[in-house]
């Protein structure tokens, strides 16, 4: 296994920098495209088909999620390897990172599932009423409404799981 500080040059970049990417893009989809997107209405189908469906943008989000996930929990697991279990956990930093990547892990479950999954449906439901070239049916009609509001519930439950994990690892060490 790396020593020490090789381990921690290797997977705290890959931890922060996907961590960061992933807390921008919930912020940006939760706050500016997904209101934008909902405003404009089915004027915003080919930009949002082109995002999702073309340009993966939830895949990607998801993918950066789990990266950071990861990146976390092996560094909170090689903390403990090598402090002993025990007395890492009798650490409050120790605690504080556990409780971070808990929420962290139930935000990238509420992301894929709520967020991400969500978006695909309303995109292949916009693109199916695209090319139907008229109306929606009363079945699309009903999922054009559901749809966005379970996204906007979600994402905004998203973003404040991923701003609670952030704010855990950004101040574990002065518990």
């Known amino acids: 296994m790396l020593a020490a500080s090789g381990f921690f040059l290797l997977f705290r970049p890959i931890h922060i920098i996907a961590g960061a990417l992933w807390f921008g893009s919930a912020f940006l989809f939760s706050l ?3 209101p934008a997107a909902a405003k404009v209405g089915p004027a915003a189908g080919p930009l949002l088909h082109v995002a999702i469906k073309e340009r993966k943008a939830a895949m990607w989000i998801t993918i950066l999620a789990v990266v950071s996930v ?3 929990w092996l560094m909170w697991l090689y903390h403990a390897r090598d402090a002993g279990l025990a007395d890492w956990w009798d650490l409050t930093e120790a605690k504080v990172l556990f409780l971070g990547g808990v929420i962290a892990t139930i935000a990238a479950f509420e992301g894929y599932h709520g967020v991400g ?3 695909e449906k309303l995109v292949d439901v916009g693109d199916a009423v695209a090319a139907s070239g008229g109306p929606p049916t009363p079945e699309q009609a ?3 409404q559901r749809i966005p509001a379970a996204i906007k519930l979600h994402s905004q439950v998203d973003l404040l799981l991923i701003t609670l994990a952030v704010i855990c690892m ?3 060490r002065y518990w």
């Open 32 to 34: 500016f495209i997904g």
């Open 70 to 72: 990861l990146a976390g």
């Open 117 to 119: 999954r969500n978006v």
């Open 142 to 144: 009903g999922e054009l």
């Open 170 to 172: 950004a101040t574990a």
